[in-house]
């Protein structure tokens, strides 16, 4: 069985460029999470989808930060402008229900110059 | 707002060694907890959860894990650790009110093994 799928690995921009992270999760897992990890600390949630739709979203900063789970499945981030502050891994997981074992992707680790 | 602590950053251990990382938990409620590991370059993988039920709680990879309520403590153990072993390990919490379920993780310990 394939894991969770996350493009690009790594992504290399310059501030206020915009980014987009890709993400594919396990079939049949309707829970999507996307978390932030930066260097030294724990993943932080971002946000949480239930099929296609966005729950637990308090986290996201919502004034360059952007997602979407069309069709309940595949899913994009997206900063839009990237601030030097935003250099950190952006890791992908699903699960078949919310406090089910989460699956991680490889997550993109991302460098705002 | 629930939080997880693991109090040390660093734990040094020799192959062969047994084991204990750490965790601690603020949350009303009995959560669901959980520990994952994560080696350089790979994804989180999860090794062991407590939802309910007998509190000491086998995993993959020999590791086990006791839930005491009293201490509000999740701490990871292993009898004997292998160099393979050597990986940063977090403590994760999560809990379900009202449609939300937001899991926290603690800031990670990592585990060095020395031959």
């Known amino acids: 069985e394939a894991g969770v799928v996350q493009s690009p690995r790594y992504k290399i921009i310059e501030k206020k460029q915009p980014v987009a992270f890709w993400c594919n999760p396990i079939s049949g897992h309707n829970t999507l999470y996307w978390y932030l990890q930066n260097l030294g600390q724990g993943p932080e949630l971002l946000i949480r989808y239930e099929n296609e739709e966005a729950v637990d979203d308090s986290q996201l900063p919502k004034d360059r930060f952007s997602a979407e789970r069309l069709k309940g499945v595949d899913s994009t981030l997206k900063i839009q402008p990237a601030e030097l502050g935003d250099s950190a891994v952006y890791l992908c997981?699903?699960?078949?229900?919310?406090?089910?074992?989460?699956?991680f992707g490889p997550g993109t680790r991302l460098l705002v110059l | 707002a629930q939080s997880v602590t693991q109090p040390d950053i660093h734990i040094t251990v020799s192959e062969g060694a047994s084991l204990e990382l750490r965790c601690n938990y603020s949350y009303g409620a009995t959560p669901y907890l959980f520990w994952y590991v994560q080696s350089p370059g790979q994804g989180l993988q999860l090794l062991l959860k407590y939802f309910s039920g007998d509190t000491l709680v086998q995993g993959i990879k020999g590791f086990e894990a006791e839930f005491k309520r009293s201490q509000s403590s999740f701490n990871l153990r292993k009898p004997s650790v292998h160099w393979s072993d050597a990986a940063e390990y977090f403590c994760?919490?999560?809990?379900?009110?009202?449609?939300?379920?937001?899991?926290?993780f603690g800031r990670g310990t990592s585990l060095i093994v020395h031959p």
């Open positions: 994760a919490v999560g809990s379900s009110s009202g449609g939300s379920y937001i899991p926290t």
């Open positions: 997981a699903s699960s078949l229900a919310p406090w089910e074992t989460q699956y």
